[in-house]
């Protein structure tokens, strides 16, 4: 079970605008943050933040391409409209899976495919 900090963070970082998602997160969080998590977050670095981000959604976007072979040459074939599907996805679908073949079966399912 992850604690109120930890959900707001993880949230942040699948977002596209992270920095404005985090202050979001903190402003709707109420009582569920205490003051020390308040200013833990608020110490983050928006840079810093931007750039975590970037990274944690490129491996999720891996683990889709790795997860399934199909996929893979679908992105090879079409990239532009296929990033636009994984945004897509990304912002609706908590990143949860364990495995790449998770993460795939997840975005096959996503776009009605299982």
Do not use: N, Q
Not at 23 to 39: E, I, K, P, Q, W
């Amino acid at each position: 079970m992850l604690s109120a900090l930890e959900r707001v963070l993880v949230l942040a970082l699948h977002d596209e605008r992270p920095v404005e998602r985090l202050r979001a997160l903190v402003d709707a969080a109420g009582a569920a943050l205490d003051d020390d998590d308040r200013r833990r977050l608020a110490a983050i670095d928006p840079d810093g933040l931007r750039v975590a981000s970037l990274v944690v959604r490129k491996l999720r976007f891996e683990r889709v391409l790795r997860g399934d072979a199909e996929l893979r040459a679908e992105a090879e074939r079409g990239p532009d409209a296929f990033a636009a599907a994984f945004r897509r996805y990304a912002a609706s679908v908590p990143p949860t899976a364990e495995f790449p073949s998770e993460e795939a079966r997840m975005f096959r399912r996503f776009r009605g495919e299982g």
